[in-house]
DNA sequence: ATTACTAAACTGCGAGTAT
DNA sequence: TATACTCGCAGTTTAGTAA
């Protein structure tokens, strides 16, 4: 974490830092009353007093007096301190958005249901026009246990996916289905570290599914690929395997 | 400022909810137990306990527990303040890279020395070269009143400057000259608000002179240009002016 | 192992006030 | 006007402990 561990530094510092940053403390002396300062961290002036006190001394900020009123800016190690903080940010800010959502689960029997729908022409002719393939008419069931990729399965509406619209026929109407760009393969070929972000050698190109109406919880992912995936991809009932959500789709 | 009044919320969140994004935690759960968090922040498990709390209240994060552990990951709110904090202390950055240096003050007689230190060869020469003209033999002095001022003229040394080497003769050495590239106009000219970037419209650009040995002290300023700047700015002595140090010298 | 309650110890905020 | 001290109280932190 090492933002420093200048034990005391807290909120309230931090923001008169930045106060005194974005003003242009950094090269000229502000003139900033106690009082100023109390209203921006909505404290007392005895507060903002205080903890003018603790930065002088804790040497992040230099004050002059000039008559009853203090010039203040940044010292040099006052202005690293943000510079840490901003660059630990921007990185955070960086990484989240190349770090993977992933699943664990185990293959599971059930290619009845999704079979049926794959083999529907409202549907057919989106996912061939939109995810460039046609699916192996049935889905590969695959079943999480763990509630944190319960969750996240859940979370799944909420990134971009590409959208087969729903369609009605004669007797009933078929929801929309979300699919996701990912991939899949064996567990044991994934590192322990779950975080990994490289890609195992051996994985298949898949996408997994959203549908408007599902059937079952939370804890079952369908997906479907150009191929039979168990038979591509080597894959029995029982293994249990990694599922990559790839952050590329860019429709809805 | 608008970070956000969530009143309650401290430096401990804040180190929280960036810990849970450096690890990914804007997408997927991660299992953190308290007694980590505690270790990152420095406190008891009890406080990392609450901690966590106050923030699912908060909705900034959300928890599922699994076993007896928590996973968990930034809630849509909870990523927003931290992208409030980091454009913050990014536009601040980048801001404080153009504030200019300023001082204002009042032209005050003194050609005597200045112009005596020009006449010589072993800077004139120098001047010559690396500002691309030869000084009029005669500084320009301005005396600064304000402490600020007079704490930001000692500052200078800090900045990037144009280094003009000393020297020495048969009987003395002469030290070095750091210049910095300013411009100098009449302080009615600028705007009320010194924090003001624009340039006044008939202003002259000069070089403020940092001498390694200053015989007065940081309140007085002396500035060189190619022409006599009393008469070629219009100015005279007792006339309040304001400087503005460029961000540009790429010397030393 | 965990998380998190309660109660006691501690820290920090702000009213009053001096300068 | 300023800044900043003291001191009482409220809010935090933590040890002990339960679940």
Redesign the pocket.
């Known amino acids: 974490m090492m933002v420093k561990d200048h034990s005391?530094f807290n909120y309230?510092h931090f923001l008169v830092l930045i106060h005194l940053l974005s003003n242009g403390g950094k090269d000229i002396y502000l003139e900033i009353?106690?009082?100023q300062i109390s209203r921006l961290i909505n404290?007392?002036?005895?507060?903002a007093?205080?903890l003018?006190?603790d930065l002088e001394k804790e040497n992040l900020i230099e004050r002059v007096k000039n008559k009853?009123?203090?010039g203040m800016k940044l010292t040099g190690t006052g202005f690293e301190i943000l510079q840490n903080i901003y660059n630990l940010l921007k990185t955070s800010m960086e990484k989240s958005h190349t770090k993977p959502v992933l699943f664990k689960g185990k293959i599971v029997t059930g290619m009845g249901e999704g079979a049926y729908y794959m083999s529907l022409d409202g549907y057919k002719k989106q996912f061939h026009h939109k995810l460039g393939y046609e699916p192996f008419p049935g889905t590969l069931n695959v079943k999480i246990e763990d509630k944190n990729y319960v969750n996240s399965r859940k979370d799944l509406i909420n990134y971009p996916s590409i959208y087969i619209d729903g369609f009605k026929n004669s007797d009933r109407t078929f929801g929309w289905v979300r699919c996701y760009p990912a991939s899949i393969a064996q567990e044991s070929k994934f590192s322990s570290e779950w975080i990994e972000s490289q890609l195992p050698d051996p994985s298949t190109d898949v996408h997994v599914l959203l549908l408007e109406r599902t059937h079952h919880n939370n804890n079952l992912i369908e997906v479907i690929g150009p191929l039979n995936i168990k038979e591509s991809s080597n894959l029995k009932n029982g293994d249990n395997v990694v599922i990559k959500i790839k952050e590329s789709a860019r429709n809805t």
Chains 1, 2 share one sequence.
């Open positions: 005391n309230f009353t106690s009082t404290r007392s002036q005895q507060t007093s205080k003018l006190i009853k009123k203090f």
